[in-house]
């Protein structure tokens, strides 16, 4: 299976990336290294070599075992990674973001890795005001020139966050909630960040599951899983759970989004509607199972989506959907 490349920076990865916060964490059940192993080989077998990950995804474990992983190939692969959310040792908001703290965090990522250089760090939606100040960017750009890491990004949640990053000299990505429950990127940041040369790195390209269909109103989650304890934001930003949509609001949605679907295949449908945007770099749909990682990679030898049906998904989300948002965006 050749899957289509699109450029990041000096590189070219693959159109459809992973997302690994699965990984050795408790927020989505429990995956085990086992498991983590086979969903990793599946999606490099496939053609996949992006993964995106975080210092705090299983605290640590995520990292680690992608760590363990890269040592078993000999493809390229190119590995992001996140700081800025660690709650350890004594650290947390504000303290996360000195120089010493982020060069510590970014010391343990590359411990964890296994790497002597990350391919791209990205700060891990910190707060707003932080990257108003704007000394985290200075930070990055000299760890940058001490060679700790190639690229830097940031992983936002609004589009006015999107908007200022952008300002920064040196950023090489955004990463961003965008998918059928959140059209508006769309008007707002695609064309500044094409513009810059900046890639967009596509999250929660399924809504945390809602958008592959196969949730009903009666599904329930494991209480340590974000879907049971966040679905309405007690924990962490609202829009990281289901895009920011109540749950049984979203399941109605999807149902919707399905109908103005060519057929059945809707999970897949989801993901080339995304991929259907040249300004999108590549997409991080997470899996817990193996064929997951398939109907993924699968999505990106679908043709586009035809004019009719991006026009009639894109006034749903006008007339429906967007007012259900909830949390910043
Ligand atoms: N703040 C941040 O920067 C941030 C926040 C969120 C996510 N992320 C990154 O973005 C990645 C993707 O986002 P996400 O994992 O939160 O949401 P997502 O990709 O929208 O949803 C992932 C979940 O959807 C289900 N799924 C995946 N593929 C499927 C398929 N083909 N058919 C049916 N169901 C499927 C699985 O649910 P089950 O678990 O029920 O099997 C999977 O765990 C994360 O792994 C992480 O790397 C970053």
């Known amino acids: 299976m050749k899957i289509t490349t699109r450029t990041f920076q000096t590189e070219q990865i693959a159109e459809v990336g992973l997302g690994t916060w699965q990984l050795g964490s408790a927020d989505w059940g429990n995956v085990t290294e086992a498991d983590a192993f086979a969903i990793l080989d599946t999606f490099v077998n496939l053609g996949g070599n992006f993964i995106d990950t975080a210092d705090v995804y299983g605290s640590g474990m995520s990292e680690t075992v992608i760590g363990k992983y890269l040592k078993t190939r000999s493809e390229q692969l190119f590995v992001a990674t996140k700081l800025g959310r660690r709650g350890d040792n004594g650290n947390g908001w504000p303290q996360n973001f000195t120089f010493d703290a982020m060069k510590k965090h970014v010391t343990d ?85 094409q513009a810059k040369g900046v890639s967009l790195i596509v999250r929660v390209p399924l809504a945390s599951g809602v958008l592959s269909g196969r949730f009903t109103k009666q599904t329930t989650f494991a209480a340590t899983d974000h879907r049971h304890y966040n679905a309405n934001g007690d924990a962490f930003n609202v829009g990281e759970t289901f895009s920011g949509i109540a749950f049984e609001q979203a399941v109605d949605f999807a149902t919707s989004i399905a109908g103005l679907m060519p057929d059945e295949r809707l999970p897949q449908w989801a993901i080339r509607w995304i991929l259907d945007h040249p300004a999108v770099t590549t997409v991080i749909p997470g899996a817990t199972k193996v064929a997951q990682v398939e109907s993924n990679m699968t999505a990106a030898l679908l043709p586009a989506l035809s004019g009719e049906t991006h026009q009639a998904l894109r006034n749903l989300y006008d007339t429906e959907i967007k007012a259900a948002i909830r949390g910043k965006y």
């Open 109 to 193: 990522s590359l411990k964890n890795l296994q790497q002597e250089q990350l391919f791209l760090e990205q700060l891990h939606c910190i707060p707003t005001e932080e990257l108003q100040k704007g000394e985290v960017f200075e930070h990055l750009r000299t760890l940058q020139a001490e060679g700790l890491l190639r690229y830097w990004g940031v992983s936002v949640e609004s589009i006015d966050e999107a908007l200022l990053c952008l300002e920064q000299e040196g950023i090489a990505s955004l990463q961003i909630i965008f998918n059928l429950f959140r059209q508006h990127w769309v008007d707002e940041v695609f064309a500044k960040a």
